[in-house]
């Protein structure tokens, strides 16, 4: 099937990197597209309509135009933006480390809404919570499940016989 030349879905901002003078470059995660890059030009002007719906860690519903190389976002709207989350230093710094993990442990579209859930439901919890490393460690442990990288913690890998507690 073709790709459609505009579409639109729910994305999750993980990375945003400047682009020439007023462009920026975005890695966006998405439930049915998985993770992907997009340009969204003129994001970084003072007069952008765009630009505080496309900052890191916002939820948003994008608009994309199909390029030969690389989509390009035509308009935004954000879902939820996070701000308790963005108002404290320290659990902005767990949002993009959990974004970070998203990004290194995913590769470019492939598709996996369990680990989208997770990152939503991870980046809402971690504005409720009054223990953010559980959290985290927590998270993480889901997302090397999610994606395949789990240490085995139960058998040898090696004879596959069960461990016990000292051996």
């Not at 442990?141 to 016990?164: M, Y």
Request: net charge neutral; proline share 6%; glycine share 6%.
């Amino acid at each position: 099937m073709p790709k459609l030349r505009i579409y639109t879905t729910e994305s999750i901002i993980l990375r945003s990197i400047p682009l020439g003078e007023a462009d920026r470059l975005l890695t966006l995660f998405s439930p049915n597209l998985g993770k992907f890059k997009a340009t969204a030009r003129g994001a970084r002007k003072i007069t952008s309509k765009l630009g505080g719906h496309l900052d890191p860690l916002t939820c948003s519903s994008v608009t994309l135009m199909s390029g030969k190389t690389i989509d390009t976002i035509t308009s935004a709207d954000t879902l939820d933006a996070f701000l308790p989350l963005k108002n404290s230093l320290n659990l902005i710094s767990e949002g993009l480390y959990l974004a970070e993990l998203v990004d290194a442990l995913n590769p470019l579209e492939a598709p996996n809404l369990s680990t989208y859930n997770l990152l939503l439901s991870g980046l809402k919890q971690f504005s409720n919570t009054s223990f953010p490393v559980l959290l985290r460690h927590y998270l993480e442990a889901q997302l090397l499940e999610s994606s395949g990288f789990l240490p085995e913690l139960n058998v040898c890998t090696e004879c596959r016989l069960n461990l016990t507690p000292g051996n």
